[in-house]
């Protein structure tokens, strides 16, 4: 005896809103076995048979399929020695916000887009200054040729383009440090 909850594909079709081909596909592929013939004959299925295959499975929460590395493991760890609970260490992390914001409102902080513009400032004025050096020495050295100047201007040019890596440099462990946070 069939159940009430067995159909032919017709009737698996019209009821998943698939076509009649989708529902011989899927039969045939996941090799349905039918539960019985309905009254012209047909072959009819039992719909828990055809439901995993027609119904459209939910996205499975993140976090649940999501497993935490080794290191966020000890990272957690660390923090509930630390703080006693989680819920202590968001209070804290919550006070910390409280406390940059108030920094920020006091121009005790810079905001990043601020810092970038004033280093960039600071590295054309510095770029200006290095390239007036050169004339500066021949101004005061009376004995100061154009050849010292190219040497001189050389050295100053290394010497910039060193400052500005180091820089540059340090400026990618922040980005670095800050994205990880």
């Not at 039918?34 to 439901?51: I, M, Q, S, W």
Request: one cysteine or more; hydrophobic letters at 35%; aromatic letters at 8%.
């Amino acid at each position: 005896m069939t159940s009430k909850y067995a159909m032919n594909k017709t009737e698996a079709a019209n009821y998943w809103k698939k076509s009649p081909n989708t529902i011989k596909k899927v039969i045939e592929e996941n090799d349905i076995k039918p539960c019985g013939k309905d009254k012209r004959g047909n072959d009819v299925f039992e719909c828990k048979d055809l439901a995993p295959y027609l119904v459209e499975q939910k996205k499975a929460s993140r976090r649940r399929n999501r497993t935490l590395s080794d290191s966020k493991v000890e990272e957690i760890e660390e923090l509930l020695q630390a703080f006693g609970s989680m819920k202590e260490f968001k209070e804290y992390e919550m006070a910390l916000g409280q406390q940059q914001k108030r920094e920020l409102e006091q121009r005790q902080l810079v905001k990043a887009a601020e810092a970038v513009a004033m280093f960039s400032g600071m590295f054309a004025i510095l770029k200006k200054k290095f390239r007036q050096i050169p004339t500066e020495a021949e101004r005061i050295c009376p004995d100061w040729s154009g050849k010292h100047s190219e040497r001189l201007d050389n050295k100053l040019v290394n010497m910039l383009k060193e400052v500005i890596r180091s820089a540059q440099e340090y400026a990618d462990e922040l980005q670095e440090h800050q994205s990880s946070d």
